[in-house]
């Protein structure tokens, strides 16, 4: 799944001499100083065309080399790109997860709560209704007769 913003690898000055020091890396400007003036030239003119379809994706040279490694690639230009993009479409996945995951967690609360409260109804049988009261009428009055009459 590829998502529609593009994803822009970024280097830290500390990680761009790891980086530069992968098979295949060497179509990288030979200095993190040189590769962050392109970097913010690029970004200025993204700004300038309002083009804002652009996330910048910080590439550590560790997780770079293993990703690498297990998908059998150099670390050109464009596979340092496909694992932004990749590293990207994930976060972005993860994140839509959560929102529904929320989504769901709201629906459900919302429907504890405003679902109507139905009492259950059970019409009583009136012959079984009569009956009861006519033994507990009974009853009382032989208690009475008893204490009355002695």
Do not use: C
């Not at 992968?22 to 392109?38: I, Y």
């Not at 059970?122 to 002695?150: D, E, M, R, T, Y």
């Amino acid at each position: 799944m590829t998502s529609q913003v593009r994803a822009i690898p970024v280097y830290t000055a500390k990680d761009y001499p790891r980086i530069r020091q992968l098979p295949g890396a060497d179509d990288m400007p030979a200095t993190w100083e040189e590769w962050h003036k392109d970097f913010e030239a690029s970004k200025a003119e993204r700004l300038h065309r309002r083009d804002f379809t652009h996330a910048k994706v910080l590439v550590r040279p560790g997780k770079l080399k293993g990703w690498l490694h297990e998908n059998s690639f150099s670390a050109t230009e464009h596979t340092r790109q496909l694992y932004a993009q990749e590293r990207l479409d994930s976060k972005l996945a993860r994140q839509e997860g959560r929102r529904e995951l929320e989504r769901i967690l709201i629906a459900s609360r919302q429907q504890l709560f405003i679902r109507p409260r139905r009492a259950a109804y059970h019409p009583l049988n009136n012959g079984l209704f009569g009956l009861f009261h006519a033994v507990v009428a009974g009853l009382v009055f032989a208690w009475l007769a008893h204490h009355w009459l002695g």
